[in-house]
T-cell receptor, first 112, second 113 residues
Framework: AQSVTQLDSQVPVFEEAPVELRCNYS??????LFWYVQYPNQGLQLLLK??????LVESINGFEAEFNKSQTSFHLRKPSVHISDTAEYFC??????????FGSGTRLLVRP | EPEVTQTPSHQVTQMGQEVILRCVPI?????FYWYRQILGQKVEFLVS????????KSEIFDDQFSVERPDGSNFTLKIRSTKLEDSAMYFC???????????FGPGTRLTVT
């Protein structure tokens, strides 16, 4: 069965510092990978996705993630975070029946 | 921009009672899903629905659960006899044909007392 591991439950970081949120997956089939963000008291919003093609994918608000097949990873990065990036971030893989399998989430806490 | 909506935002019910959680998916979407997140745990898949029938369901989705698309817009999740362990945030999601993205609603927080 496919699974997603997010090793860091919480990542504190100062504003304007770079951040990396780690995600590793296990899958034996073609991989579709996603990062979702959940702001306080809100639902899940798609941040970015990897379906095929370029292994580096970017979001409109400065996040990027790189699909690394050999390391089975899809880490999320941002070179300079803002207070408004404080949220919970979920990595997910889509399985062969098109359902999402989520990691346990990483809480990004940006401090001034 | 179209959104998935869910009502109510918070539902409190007593153990053994029936609850219906409602979702309005995005209008041209054909695939519908329910997920749940128990406090402090992962978001878990419950059920997927396409063409007026269940496509797949998880082990969690036992006989106490049912889904329905009673009209062209609503998608409901019913829990017949709630248990304390059903307390969770329930998310509805939908996706259009030939697209792998799932669009999530804001969730309904269900509290069973």
């Amino acid at each position: 069965a496919q699974s997603v591991t997010q090793l860091d439950s919480q990542v504190p970081v100062f504003e304007e510092a770079p951040v990396e949120l780690r995600c590793n997956y296990s899958s034996s089939v073609s991989v579709y990978l996603f990062w979702y963000v959940q702001y306080p008291n809100q639902g899940l919003q798609l941040l970015l996705k990897y379906l095929s093609g370029s292994t580096l994918v970017e979001s409109i608000n400065g996040f990027e993630a790189e699909f690394n097949k050999s390391q089975t990873s899809f880490h999320l990065r941002k070179p300079s975070v803002h207070i408004s990036d404080t949220a919970e971030y979920f990595c997910a893989v889509m399985d062969s029946s098109y359902k999402l399998i989520f990691g346990s989430g990483t809480r990004l806490l940006v401090r001034p | 921009e179209p959104e998935v909506t869910q009502t109510p935002s918070h539902q409190v019910t007593q153990m053994g009672q029936e609850v219906i959680l409602r979702c309005v998916p995005i209008s041209n979407h054909l695939y519908f899903y329910w997920y749940r997140q128990i406090l402090g745990q992962k978001v878990e898949f419950l059920v997927s629905f396409y063409n007026n029938e269940i496509s797949e369901k998880s082990e969690i989705f036992d006989d106490q659960f049912s889904v329905e698309r009673p009209d062209g817009s609503n998608f409901t999740l019913k829990i017949r006899s709630t248990k304390l362990e059903d307390s969770a945030m329930y998310f509805c999601a939908s996706s259009p044909p030939f697209v792998y993205e799932q669009y999530f609603g804001p969730g309904t927080r269900l509290t069973v007392t």
